[in-house]
């Protein structure tokens, strides 16, 4: 039979040394159950995002960190596409001096498709599900092809530079629809900025019709093209949550080709007449800008939010300018010029976090 020490001293100090001891562990267990459960929140919240999934983590991670937060490999990603991109204005204008809009469309997004494609072959990768296939025609009809006709059709009366200034309102207008289409959020400054930027358009619109009915009617083809780049971006977010970049890339281009289609007399009847640059551009135009910057647009975007890559575009229209004017000998009318740098301060303003 145990003595009762109870009573003791010695008994006393036991007690109190058994209690210490099992608070202590009470602690520790709980401790490590927190830092589990906060690991494990961690790891899925870094799971989510590097699956390109639609998580909330991601949102408000960037919303915090803005741009330079993102990833380093989202970064590079988001400025290889905002260099290709500006080229494809001073490609576009010099091979639309052979080419009419719509073959130029067609022959650019075939030899797109064509490399896009031996890259999806030679992985293996897997097609999007059925339930996607709406939204990914909307994507390939808007983005690859009516955007394509609309920007070629327009570079043909105005020069590179201008072209590239009316489609940097494309940032502002992917805002707004991500945050009506996607719920991304409608801060007041965007409001604000949406509101700069249209002003900047309107001098730049104001500053091509002065020069000819010509040049007026393709500022109206930069805003076709413009609202339909940002439809397009819209409609190819949700569609990164279930498929690769590449392949939602290439399906797009496909769409984009096959409604192009009915140009193929007109692609066939031009380039046997078209000198060596303008089919060099064309073979640029879609292996660079469209097959490269496209899928490294979509990996960068299936990482961040419609509303911050849209962001990163309003540096192409600067590069666009000064490659036209490089390359092409092109500079906007001075007019156009102050409303593009009031089209850039709308969307940078556009960016401020309250």
């Not at 690991?39 to 408000?60: W, Y």
């Not at 092809?145 to 009316?166: F, K, M």
Request: hydrophobic share 55%; with cysteine.
């Amino acid at each position: 039979m145990t003595p009762d020490t109870s009573d003791s001293p010695q008994g006393a100090r036991n007690a109190e040394e058994q209690t210490g001891a099992e608070h202590t562990a009470a602690a520790e267990h709980t401790t490590a159950a927190a830092n589990t459960a906060t690991a494990q929140s961690t790891a899925a919240a870094e799971s989510t995002a590097a699956g390109g999934g639609t998580s909330a983590a991601v949102p408000a991670r960037g919303a915090a960190a803005g741009v330079s937060g993102e990833p380093p490999l989202v970064i590079g990603a988001a400025l290889v596409t905002v260099l290709l991109w500006a080229s494809a204005f001073v490609g576009i204008r010099a091979a639309g001096r052979a080419l009419s809009p719509g073959a130029l469309t067609l022959g650019r997004l075939f030899v797109g498709a064509v490399v896009l494609g031996v890259f999806v072959v030679a992985r293996r990768a897997a097609m999007p599900p059925r339930a996607d296939i709406p939204r990914l025609l909307v994507c390939g009809i808007l983005w690859f092809g009516v955007y394509n006709l609309a920007l070629n059709a327009s570079e043909q009366r105005i020069d590179a530079g201008t072209a590239s200034l009316i489609v940097s309102l494309g940032p502002i207008l992917i805002a707004l629809l991500a945050a009506v289409l996607l719920r991304e959020g409608l801060p007041k400054p965007l409001v604000v900025g949406g509101a700069i930027a249209f002003a900047g358009a309107i001098l730049i619109g104001l500053a091509t019709t002065g020069h000819s009915s010509s040049a007026g009617v393709g500022s109206l083809l930069g805003l076709v093209a413009t609202v339909t780049y940002a439809g397009g971006v819209v409609s190819q977010k949700p569609l990164l949550a279930n498929t690769s970049a590449l392949v939602v890339t290439w399906l797009a281009c496909i769409v984009g080709l096959v409604i192009c289609l009915p140009f193929a007399p007109q692609l066939i009847d031009q380039l046997a007449d078209a000198d060596a640059s303008a089919i060099a551009w064309t073979v640029y135009l879609g292996a660079l800008p469209t097959a490269l910057a496209f899928t490294t647009w979509a990996y960068a975007l299936a990482r961040s939010t419609a509303g911050r890559m849209g962001a990163m575009t309003y540096l192409v229209a600067p590069f666009a300018v000064l490659m036209g004017w490089l390359f092409l000998g092109e500079t906007p009318p001075w007019l156009a010029l102050g409303g593009g740098l009031l089209c850039l301060g709308g969307v940078a303003f556009a960016q401020r976090r309250k």
